[in-house]
């Protein structure tokens, strides 16, 4: 944890030793009584807590607090609901790069017990998003929503953005030659990446009704988390992000 992230209403309630949080305090970063570590709130400013108080059950922390970091990218994910591991990597890496919203669609391809997986009907996978945000010294998270069929999350889109669809198979370019506008930066990119197996014919037709343009990552056929990391690094450097 670079960043440790606490929810608005846990600052005011001790830290129970058996959080995680509150182990890497004590045994990663070694705090004593007194120390300070560098701690977010879910969503709002970056700060210092402060280890106030230690008892066998639980640290008391006390925190000050600064101004909140830059908003996340205006970069949206739509993707076929990929296996729970490789959903969690998605998650976590999609979070640490900055990207505004992630949006796991039932794909037709796709395995439909992908969504029935503990990942989403417990809530774990918010734990992950929140890791992301530790990683990058960063309390922001995205926007996710899981589930739906591609119809309506397109539908659901801004209006104003640019739509690139990733396809090996009737992609007309590379996502590097595609035009993307420098000079506005606050313009939303979506990014749309199929389920494992590809897409069908239906919704690449969807696709293109929906103003999306075709483009691929090269001739070498990627995992999906790997896509995800190369493609959106490739638009936060188009756009100047990085």
Avoid at 2 to 17: D, G, H
Avoid at 135 to 154: C, E, R, S, Y
Avoid at 206 to 223: E, I, S, Y
Wanted: glycine content about 8%; hydrophobic content about 45%; proline content about 8%.
């Amino acid at each position: 944890m670079n960043l440790i992230l606490f929810e608005p209403a846990e600052i005011a309630a001790p830290l129970p030793l058996q959080d995680p949080r509150a182990q890497h305090i004590l045994q990663v970063l070694r705090r004593c009584v007194g120390d300070t570590f560098d701690a977010g709130l879910i969503n709002g400013p970056r700060g210092k807590g402060t280890l106030a108080a230690l008892d066998p059950l639980a640290l008391t922390l006390t925190f000050t607090w600064g101004s909140a970091p830059p908003p996340l990218d205006p970069i949206a994910l739509v993707l076929g609901l990929p296996r729970p591991q490789t959903a969690r990597k998605i998650l976590q890496e999609a979070t640490a790069l900055g990207v505004g919203a992630l949006h796991f669609f039932a794909a037709e391809k796709g395995e439909p017990n992908y969504g029935q997986s503990a990942l989403w009907s417990s809530g774990e996978w918010r734990r992950h998003l929140i890791a992301g945000a530790e990683q990058a010294f960063d309390t922001g998270l995205p926007n996710v929503t899981h589930g739906h069929p591609l119809a309506k999350v397109l539908e659901a889109l801004p209006a104003a953005a640019s739509r690139l669809a990733l396809d090996n198979y009737e992609a007309g370019m590379a996502l590097s030659q595609f035009h993307l506008l420098r000079e506005n930066p606050s313009t939303p990119v979506i990014l749309a990446l199929g389920p494992e197996r590809g897409w069908s014919a239906r919704e690449r037709e969807l696709l293109r009704v929906h103003g999306f343009t075709f483009v691929h990552l090269g001739p070498r056929v990627l995992r999906t988390e790997t896509a995800c990391v190369a493609a959106v690094s490739l638009v936060k450097a188009k756009l100047g992000l990085m």
